[in-house]
Every structure is written in structure tokens, then in C-alpha cells.
């Protein structure tokens, strides 16, 4: 049974990074082709691709916020990791990590964090 | 980018009716599409990917077709559950896009 479950800070002030962590079970970022992947949901942009990390490291950032985006996993304890560089108002919505494979849909979804940037 | 335009962006339908939602792509996609319901306050819940591969547990009275740019999803027999936003999203290249989303109510 696939679970996930995003954590972050729940509000922060423009310029700030943002830090968030998926804590997931069910499967393994040390298994061939998994990965886990992250999707946000803002009032300006609808639902959004932001990054994929892979098992074997491989990483994958929308071009669109490539330069702020960073991904990360710890294998041993079944988390990964995104960090959003220099907030501000757009990046205000919530947040969602995903199960992925090569397939590239998403069947297992995490509750969502929602992310306010306010100063 | 390939983009994912939806429509209709609202739709009201009675119940029992048969609903269809349509997604085009802005170049040939090769049937990677998936079709997402998300409930008020809950996160998307693939119902359909390969363009009409039904996800394991989702009714039989959701179905989704179409080929190149053109897709749709189907419901048949509105029920009062399926009131959701469902959106679209493409994954034959990347960046992964999705569809700017179909809030569906019941009349």
C-alpha cells in the first residue's frame, strides 16, 4: 500500500527558501525505476509539474523554475525532499508529492501542504 | 512546453445524464494522457491514463478515449459522487502539463 505524506512550513516570508519533505511507504527510491515526484496547486497556474527525483539520482526540474529548485532523497528513511529558492506571492498554494514511474501519470498522491508566502 | 487546453471549464449536468470533458493538445501526444478527479479539500485521484485505461478500482462508467491532439473523458450515468474538478494531464514529454481543469456540479 502506497502512502505519502508532505510536511513543510506552512508559511514564510518572501525571499525566504522553502523547504519541504515527503515521508512516504510502499515503496523504495532504492528500487530500479521509482521515483517521487512534485506538483503544486496555485490559484494562478492551476496544477503545476515542479521536479522528479529518481533512484538512481537522476533528477528532472520543469525549465520553468529550474534555477530555484532543488531535489533531494534519503533512501534509508523513505523520504525526499524539495527546496524552492526566493519565494514570493505565486509560490503561495499547496503542495503535493507524488509516487512516480516511467510512466509518467501519477496514482498515488500525498494529502497535500499548503504553502502561504506572506510578509 | 506542450500545452493542455480543457473544456468546458464548468459544466452542470442532472443526475443519470452522461457528461464529456475534452482536452486537446497543442502538438500529437501518442495517447500519453491521464485523466485526474479531485474532490473539494482533497488531493487529484488518477482515474484514467494511456488516454482509456480505466485505473484499478475507478467505475466503469468513467471512460476516456481519442488519439493525436484530441481527448475526452466520459462519464455515464452522473452520479452525485462525481462531483469534482477533473483535470487532464499530458506525460508523452516533459515538463508534464496538465489542463486547466473542468468543475462539474450537479443541476
Known amino acids: 500500500q502506497v502512502s505519502l505524506k508532505e510536511s513543510g512550513p506552512g508559511i514564510l516570508q518572501p525571499f525566504q527558501t522553502l523547504s519541504l519533505t515527503c515521508s512516504f511507504s510502499g515503496f523504495s527510491l532504492g528500487t530500479s525505476n521509482m521515483g517521487v515526484g512534485w506538483i503544486r496547486q496555485t490559484s494562478g497556474k492551476g496544477l503545476e509539474y515542479l521536479a522528479t527525483?529518481?533512484?538512481?539520482?537522476?533528477?528532472y526540474f520543469n525549465p520553468s523554475l529550474n534555477s530555484r529548485l532543488t531535489v533531494s532523497k534519503d533512501t534509508s528513511n523513505n523520504q525526499a525532499c524539495l527546496k524552492i529558492t526566493s519565494v514570493d506571492t505565486a509560490d503561495t498554494g499547496t503542495y503535493y508529492c507524488t509516487h512516480s514511474s516511467y510512466g509518467g501519470f501519477f496514482a498515488y498522491w500525498g494529502q497535500g501542504t499548503l504553502v502561504t508566502v506572506s510578509s | 512546453d506542450i500545452q493542455m487546453t480543457q473544456s468546458p471549464a464548468s459544466l452542470s449536468a442532472s443526475l443519470g445524464e452522461t457528461v464529456t470533458i475534452e482536452c486537446r493538445a497543442s502538438?500529437?501526444?501518442?495517447?500519453?494522457l491521464a485523466w485526474y478527479q479531485q474532490k473539494p479539500g482533497k488531493s487529484p485521484q488518477l482515474l484514467i491514463y494511456n488516454a482509456n485505461s480505466l485505473h484499478t478500482g475507478v467505475p466503469s462508467r468513467f471512460s476516456g478515449s481519442g488519439s493525436g491532439t484530441q481527448y475526452s473523458l466520459k462519464i455515464n450515468s452522473l452520479q452525485s459522487e462525481d462531483v469534482a474538478s477533473y483535470f487532464c494531464?499530458?506525460?508523452?514529454?516533459?515538463?508534464?502539463?496538465f489542463g486547466s481543469g473542468t468543475k462539474l456540479e450537479i443541476k
Open positions: 502538438e500529437d501526444i501518442y495517447n500519453g
Open positions: 494531464q499530458q506525460y508523452y514529454n516533459y515538463p508534464l502539463t
Open positions: 527525483i529518481w533512484w538512481d539520482d537522476d533528477k
